[in-house]
């Protein structure tokens, strides 16, 4: 478990596995500028949650353990990880995906031989914007049409932060 100062987020297991299932298969917890989700079985989010050779999923809890989002990395290759996060709307605006972005980052830094670690976001969804900016993310780019949003090719955002902007850990106080 990594735990920062008001959350801490914790590595997707059987334990979680309801939570992480009924998230990641609810619409409402998508915004309008994300692609919804494939959905999917328990035998399938079984499978996925196993399988953390090059990804893993974290759920994002407040401090008393209540479950409010999942932040995943992927992609691990020439030194490279992206990630991608979401928290349940009645808990946007309060701090906790800014907080959970840092623990990751710290994290991947202290844990990964990487030296980049990247995110996209679509150019309308100003609050993950500003999430990426807070933690030391630049905006690189646009993917012009890459994103299939609700019928819709969308523009995406391509964000990155390299080891040496990061320098050391800004949250994470504790990993178990």
């Given at each position: 478990?990594?735990e920062?100062?008001?959350i801490?987020?914790k590595?997707c297991?059987?334990?979680?596995?309801d939570?992480?299932l009924d998230?990641?298969?609810?619409?409402?917890?998508?915004?309008?500028y994300?692609?919804?989700?494939?959905?999917?079985t328990?035998?399938?989010?079984e499978k996925?949650i196993?399988?953390?050779?090059?990804k893993a999923t974290?759920i994002?809890?407040?401090k008393?353990g209540?479950?409010?989002?999942?932040?995943?990395?992927?992609g691990?290759?020439s030194?490279?990880?992206?990630i991608?996060?979401?928290?349940?709307?009645?808990?946007?605006?309060k701090?906790?995906?800014t907080?959970?972005?840092?623990?990751?980052t710290d994290?991947?830094?202290?844990?990964?031989?990487i030296h980049r670690?990247?995110?996209?976001?679509?150019?309308?969804?100003?609050?993950?914007?500003?999430?990426?900016?807070?933690?030391g993310?630049?905006?690189?780019?646009v993917?012009r049409?890459?994103?299939?949003?609700r019928?819709?090719w969308?523009?995406e955002?391509?964000?990155?932060?390299?080891r040496e902007?990061?320098?050391e850990?800004r949250?994470?106080t504790k990993?178990?």
């Amino acid at each position: 478990m990594l735990e920062g100062k008001s959350i801490h987020l914790k590595l997707c297991d059987r334990e979680n596995l309801d939570y992480f299932l009924d998230f990641w298969n609810n619409l409402d917890y998508y915004s309008d500028y994300e692609g919804i989700m494939e959905q999917m079985t328990k035998a399938e989010a079984e499978k996925r949650i196993e399988d953390t050779s090059k990804k893993a999923t974290f759920i994002i809890q407040k401090k008393d353990g209540t479950s409010i989002g999942l932040i995943v990395y992927f992609g691990q290759s020439s030194g490279s990880i992206t990630i991608g996060y979401a928290i349940e709307p009645s808990e946007h605006g309060k701090g906790y995906g800014t907080e959970a972005l840092q623990l990751m980052t710290d994290y991947l830094f202290l844990a990964k031989e990487i030296h980049r670690i990247q995110a996209n976001t679509d150019p309308e969804n100003k609050a993950s914007q500003r999430i990426l900016e807070k933690v030391g993310f630049k905006r690189e780019g646009v993917s012009r049409r890459s994103s299939f949003v609700r019928g819709q090719w969308r523009d995406e955002y391509n964000y990155s932060i390299l080891r040496e902007e990061w320098k050391e850990p800004r949250t994470l106080t504790k990993i178990k």
